[in-house]
């Protein structure tokens, strides 16, 4: 796939020849690729979840095509963002990256923390981010769809009414067109620079010296926070450890650093992890291995706009974040995941100005909310908060703030809800309650395909379907052929067909909170549209009809027919 035009303005005879006729409203139109510029994480994610919905993309990559290992440089994934990057790059991370058994916290000698990970919590999956990236680039290797443009450094964009038009320099540097651009450029991203949006917020909220050390520690499997911890610290460093743990008996260790910019040489960081390791191992000289050190600096910045006409930010260009074991590549990664399936209807069914839009209404608020909650607990949590962090209990609450963002719970860590989303559908008479609340993750339930087999349901998520799902206790034990044309099933599988979106219908045995002959319409990127009582075939239309851009989208549809 070559998809470039020698000179601007790109005109017609110069024309790329990765175009695609797609057929729409009873006609023909010309498409381009998306561009990605950053093949980052966040960048690579999105061109594979693009083109695993037929949607062809151009990587702008301004590195070589290789990522330098970097043993302390590590990231942290909730579980179901974990499994949406297994998904893409089609092979498990669990033997790249380590899941947690258990979480502590620890104050001084004490322990004020403890939880065991696995069915109630789900365990992160904690991973070196270079090994995380080449698992996305192989699977990239592998996409007819893609392209990997290296070397090609980002320095003109231009939108027109059509698409984006876009200059590279560098050995191969040439002009470039595309229906879409997502700037997944990181914190100094030249694509919010070339559409002049503003990224206020704060520099350096925290900064950590960080190592990566090969060593036993007591707790194997464990990750931790030490605060205050018994033993005198040397130089700058303050009274806060925090461990994470990696295959091979690698660690993470992140000191936070007090305010200021107080110099963190080799030496002294040697000093410290020497001293951290014997306070911990109760050993004079502990065995350990040091693979990797570094200085970490947090910053909370959010975006003015995460989209300007074609353009779009996600990940890091779009916002900062990294306090209290929050993860910016977690919501950058999510970014990806909301965009991907917007990006590929409008690409295949035409721009839908409602649905476009509401990456950014959904996206921005989620990543706001979670700055919020960290600015207001930050003064209390790092010894701001007067008379109150001396009352009884208060370490341990403050142990549980720093647990909810390490663990993805609670307002500062859980993932976000789009409840307040412009394509939720008003209340429906037929909508019911279950256990997961309307925007927000379905659970991972079992699932009947339309093939027969049995897979879970987030295995369906990712293709620009939506997810119908009925709840049906006893198929499970007999083959679909038996019970496909019983009962409810032929009516709802009408519904279905009559759908305003490509949509796949799911049986499920049980699902939390749902009574038999629920139905549920999952969004594809995998968030509760809303719940039904029985099949309601007007509701569950009206409800789909909303997801991908309510009336908007149906207007567009009758104006297409009428041409």
Not at 181 to 199: A, E, M, N
Not at 202 to 230: C, D, I, K, N, S
Not at 395 to 413: E, I, S, T
Not at 485 to 505: D, Q, Y
Request: contains cysteine; proline residues 7%; glycine residues 10%.
């Amino acid at each position: 796939m070559h998809t470039f035009c020698d000179r601007a303005p790109c005109s017609n005879r110069l024309f790329m020849s990765v175009r695609q006729d797609i057929t729409s409203g009873g006609g023909r139109r010309v498409m381009d690729p998306v561009i990605v510029v950053g093949a980052g994480p966040v960048g690579l994610a999105l061109a594979l979840a693009l083109a695993r919905q037929d949607v062809p993309v151009v990587v702008l990559d301004e590195g070589p095509g290789s990522d330098a290992p970097r043993a302390a440089r590590t990231v942290v994934l909730r579980e179901d963002t974990a499994a949406f990057v297994e998904r893409l790059a089609g092979v498990p991370l669990g033997d790249a990256g380590l899941r947690w058994t258990g979480w502590r916290a620890m104050r001084r000698k004490q322990v004020t923390c403890e939880v065991a990970l696995g069915e109630d919590i789900p365990a992160p999956l904690h991973i070196a981010q270079h090994v995380l990236t080449g698992a996305l680039r192989a699977a990239l290797t592998r996409e007819p769809l893609v392209e990997l443009a290296v070397d090609s450094r980002l320095d003109a964009l231009e939108q027109e009414d059509t698409g984006v038009i876009v200059h590279t320099r560098g050995p191969n540097g040439t002009w470039w067109r595309g229906s879409y651009l997502v700037g997944c450029d990181g914190p100094r991203s030249t694509v919010r620079k070339l559409q002049d949006i503003r990224f206020p917020g704060r520099t350096a909220v925290e900064r950590y010296a960080v190592a990566a050390v090969r060593t036993e520690l007591p707790w194997p499997g464990e990750a931790f926070l030490h605060r205050m911890p018994p033993w005198r610290a040397t130089g700058p460093f303050a009274g806060e450890i925090t461990a994470r743990p990696l295959p091979d008996g690698v660690w993470r260790l992140d000191w936070l650093l007090p305010p200021g910019k107080d110099l963190v040489t080799p030496e002294l960081l040697v000093t410290h992890v020497r001293e951290t390791l014997t306070g911990w191992t109760g050993e004079s000289s502990p065995a350990y291995e040091l693979l990797d050190t570094g200085v970490h600096t947090v910053h909370h910045r959010l975006a003015r706009r995460w989209r300007a006409g074609r353009v779009f930010l996600a990940g890091d260009a779009a916002h900062l974040l990294g306090t209290i074991g929050t993860q910016g590549l977690d919501e950058g990664l999510r970014d990806a995941d909301n965009l991907a399936w917007k990006l590929a209807s409008a690409w295949h069914h035409g721009p839908h100005e409602t649905l476009l839009d509401s990456y950014q209404t959904e996206r921005r608020a989620i990543v706001a909310a979670r700055l919020r909650a960290a600015d207001q607990v930050l003064p209390m949590l790092r010894g701001g908060g007067g008379l109150r962090s001396l009352l009884p209990g208060a370490a341990r609450g403050h142990d549980a703030l720093f647990m909810d963002g390490h663990l993805g719970l609670g307002p500062v860590g859980a993932p976000g809800s789009y409840a307040d989303s412009p394509l939720m559908p008003p209340h429906l008479d037929a909508e019911v309650p279950v256990d997961t609340p309307v925007g927000a993750p379905v659970a991972n339930v079992l699932v009947t395909a339309e093939d027969g087999s049995f897979v879970r349901l987030r295995e369906r998520l990712g293709r620009g379907a939506l997810l119908v799902v009925l709840v049906a206790p006893g198929t499970g034990v007999w083959e679909r052929r038996h019970w496909v044309s019983a009962g409810v099933m032929p009516r709802l599988a009408a519904a279905v067909t009559a759908l305003p979106h490509r949509a796949e219908l799911l049986v499920a045995e049980s699902y939390p909170g749902a009574a038999p002959h629920t139905v549920l319409l999952v969004r594809p990127d995998g968030h509760l549209v809303t719940a039904l009582s029985g099949v309601r075939p007007a509701d569950l239309y009206s409800a789909a009809e909303a997801t991908v851009g309510g009336a908007e989208r149906a207007g567009a549809r009758a104006e297409a027919g009428a041409r």
